[in-house]
């Protein structure tokens, strides 16, 4: 029992972005319960999972779909992009070619040490970003 405050929520809130996600949310929850139950822990954080269409994919949808579904408009999104997936693509294409004939162990320390640098590079840029809109 808490002394003080109120409950914390029992699940965490999960925010699901992708460029067709307003197909994907249709009926969700039910495909969940049917194949975990209603009672299983998949079916909790499902009903608790907010859906967004990442900002570069919005503008390709219908009216209502970007009022629904635009990151900016889904209550708990934040000020998020829906894009951090993408943007390491090409950087993580180049790892892929190179350690293509590596062993499974190489294979995976090349890519990890793709992915640490671009997010070495993110970080880093942050800082000049912020300064730059600062002006």
């Known amino acids: ?17 992708f460029d067709k996600n307003c197909q994907y949310w249709v009926n969700f929850c ?5 194949e975990f139950g209603d009672d299983s822990v998949e079916y909790q954080i499902a009903s608790q999972t907010l859906f967004c269409v990442p900002k570069f994919h919005i503008s390709n949808h219908i009216e209502d779909c970007q009022f629904q579904f635009h990151p ?4 708990g999104a934040g000020r998020v992009t ?3 997936v993408e943007p390491p693509w090409a950087e993580l294409g180049q790892a892929g070619a190179q350690s293509r004939d590596s062993n499974p162990g190489h294979r995976q320390e090349i890519i990890e040490d793709a992915i ?3 997010n070495f590079k993110k970080l880093v840029g942050m800082g000049e970003h912020n300064v730059n809109a600062a002006h």
């Open 1 to 17: 029992m808490r002394a003080y405050g109120p409950e914390p929520p029992r699940w965490i809130t999960t925010l699901l972005s």
């Open 30 to 34: 039910e495909r969940i319960e049917n």
């Open 72 to 75: 900016g408009h889904v209550t």
């Open 82 to 84: 829906g894009e951090e």
């Open 116 to 118: 640490s640098d671009w």
